[in-house]
């Protein structure tokens, strides 16, 4: 489930800093690492990426200007500082894209019956579950039975397929596998922050506690606010660090359960409605492309051209994920957020900050309705082996369905994919 993000595009907006337009603790652009991408891409393939996948919503004329020859892109708007991007007319050889990830194509080919051998997979298991669901609001519970957490069920499936993916000769890593953050910080350390963003947009005199998991007012309050910079904010930059610094993996899945809104977490709806949809980097907002930081970003991330593994990965993964789990493609209600891309009809462009902030292919995975009648019942019976019936209907347990899916959706891409290894 990711946020309901609606307000917080809003509230950060404004950004806190005048003179770097950086986002909340985002970090200064290093716009001199873009010289190691002069001359890799034509014309035509920057102009395409932009328009179609990561500035679909149109953006301010003078962020970014694309010319005949070159690409002029707002480094600073107060001191009207530029960077010249140059594109590579196409006739030439083209030169290597700098980037630690190694696309399939560049794998040797596949051996032993290992699709998958030699390939770095992280796994991020979405959100932190244990003690801190309920402060992450990826907490509901129907009466006496099993509270349902995100985060403790996203890292189930994630030990589930790394021993999985480990059998087809990936080599895997977890960007979380507890249910502790991994960020140091804790709320408290945000309180000042907090109060800083809610008076910059509007609430001159925050109040600093939530009345109880109902109140309409909670995200006004210092508590909320402090909150969410710790176990959103914080946490997946200190995620981001992990898998830039640490890890270097070829790509990076992330896991989650999508769910409708429930209302009350102690007395949840629960809801006929199930579907499945997963997401790449794009589709930047206007007001996101603001900020130097996130438009630093979104350029660096389209020349490494994560774009070209990613959205043929996830279109494969989805098509097995429709064939196992008979899900149809979840629908957003608006397009304000996401551009739907590439061919199965489940692959959306959105700018998250995993999505963007992770230097390598990305995707995130947004399977089953968590408070569906089904997924519910399926959450309930936990894990098992072979099929049981539920709601009238033989089914796998939820989790490995989902880890069969991810799974015979990576052994299609790479068994495909992989090249001669030059
Ligand atoms: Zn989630």
Redesign the pocket.
Known sequence: ??ASLFLFTAIFAAGLQAADNISVLGNKPRWDVLEHYQQTITHDEFAHLINDVYGTHGFAPDLIEIKDDTARILMNRDAQKFFTLRFTSGTEKLKPVSRLWRPARSLPPMERNKPLLGLKIALDP??LGGKWAKMEE?WFQVGDSRSVQ?GDLTLRVARLLATRLRDLGANVSFVRNDDEPTTAKRPDDFRELARKVLIRNGVPQPRADVLDSTDPEKEKTIRWQSEILFYRYSEIRRRAALVNFNLHPDFVLCL??NAEGWGDPNSPLLTDTNHFHLLVNGSYLAEELQFDDQRFEMIRRLLSRAYEEELPLADTIAAAMARETGLPPYAYPTTDSTTKVGTSGYVYARNLLATRLYRCPVVYCEPYVMNSKDVFARIQAGDYEGTRNINGVERKSVFREYVDSVADGLIEYYSKARGRGD
């Open positions: 489930m990711q979405g959100h990826r995100e989650h359960f």
